[in-house]
T-cell receptor, first 111, second 114 residues
Framework: QQQVKQSPQSLIVQKGGISIINCAYE??????FPWYQQFPGKGPALLIA?????SEKKEGRFTISFNKSAKQFSLHIMDSQPGDSATYFC??????????FGAGTRLFVKA | SAVISQKPSRDICQRGTSLTIQCQVD?????MFWYRQQPGQSLTLIAT?????????ESGFVIDKFPISRPNLTFSTLTVSNMSPEDSSIYLC???????????FGAGTRLSVL
């Protein structure tokens, strides 16, 4: 019940395309859903986050879609760029504490 | 955003020795966390370290193996004791801050045990 399931494990997208990463959770106590971006040799950095009272949040080229009834949320990267190539982690926590991370998705954007 | 500095950034250690990792934050924070990230894997929470109290360890992690100190609101250390090759991993310091409870991470300490 504490797991956050993330897919796909890896993703290759053409430059300018849309990258989509999906996550699912079971614990209804989760109320904060962040996405982290990690480049090699760096710690994860918060990219965008959503709370379950909204169904979508957009920041620039990054959009989170949230489906509370299905317990699913996804990250969409529009107009993907080679600089977006990184590992992306979805996560979930109850009130921002004890964050549970998904397995990660390695994104490669081809120039 | 907060600035988190971890030292050392990487180290190669011999089996049976111990390594202490330092985490310094540029602002006072109540909650600090230590994570482990094995190569190509996700992050696993080791423990939560609050100033003035004993660290709280997650299942599978014990104080004798991973003692933690939290002497003040800007600093913490994690020691990896009696190391074995299975301890080779990236160890990350993290803090929770801000009204929105945003979590920030240090760059990590890359540990290799021979």
């Amino acid at each position: 019940q504490q797991q956050v399931k993330q897919s796909p494990q890896s993703l290759i997208v053409q430059k300018g395309g849309i990258s989509i990463i999906n996550c699912a959770y079971e614990n209804t106590a989760f109320d904060y859903f962040p996405w982290y971006q990690q480049f090699p040799g760096k710690g994860p950095a918060l990219l965008i986050a959503i709370r379950p009272d909204v169904s979508e949040k957009k920041e620039g080229r990054f959009t989170i879609s949230f489906n509370k009834s299905a317990k699913q949320f996804s990250l969409h990267i529009m107009d993907s760029q080679p600089g977006d190539s990184a590992t992306y982690f979805c996560a979930a926590s109850p009130g921002g504490f004890k964050t549970i991370f998904g397995a990660g998705t390695r994104l490669f954007v081809k120039a | 955003s907060a600035v988190i500095s971890q030292k050392p950034s990487r180290d190669i250690c011999q089996r049976g020795t111990s390594l202490t990792i330092q985490c310094q934050v540029d602002s006072q924070v109540t909650m600090m966390f230590w994570y482990r990230q094995q190569p190509g894997q996700s992050l696993t929470l080791i423990a939560t370290a609050n100033q003035g109290s004993e660290a709280t360890y997650e299942s599978g992690f014990v104080i004798d193996k991973f003692p933690i100190s939290r002497p003040n609101l800007t600093f913490s250390t994690l020691t990896v004791s009696n190391m074995s090759p299975e301890d080779s991993s990236i160890y990350l310091c993290s803090i929770l801050t801000g009204w929105a409870n945003i979590q920030y991470f240090g760059a990590g300490t890359r540990l290799s045990v021979l």
